[in-house]
């Protein structure tokens, strides 16, 4: 299963919880998004290179 969800539904507590459940998702964002990466600091999402793969770990929406 994969939960695909617009941008108004990118919340953390639902990404949280659908983590937990082991359920794969992707929550669109739009280009303005702030993003935070571990050990990095804030930036832009259109500023990140996003590579063809499922899923980044210890990143969050900021």
């Known amino acids: 299963m994969l939960v695909l969800s617009d941008r108004e539904f ?9 983590h937990s459940k082991k ?6 964002q739009k280009q303005g998004t702030y993003i935070r990466q571990e050990n990095q ?3 832009r999402l259109q500023s990140v290179v996003i590579l063809p793969i499922w899923g980044y770990k210890n990143m969050s929406v900021v």
Do not use: E
């Not at 990118?10 to 659908?18: C, G, P, Q, T, V």
């Open 10 to 18: 990118h919340r953390i507590k639902l990404a949280n919880w659908l």
């Open 23 to 28: 359920i794969d998702f992707v929550l669109r």
């Open 41 to 43: 600091s804030d930036q």
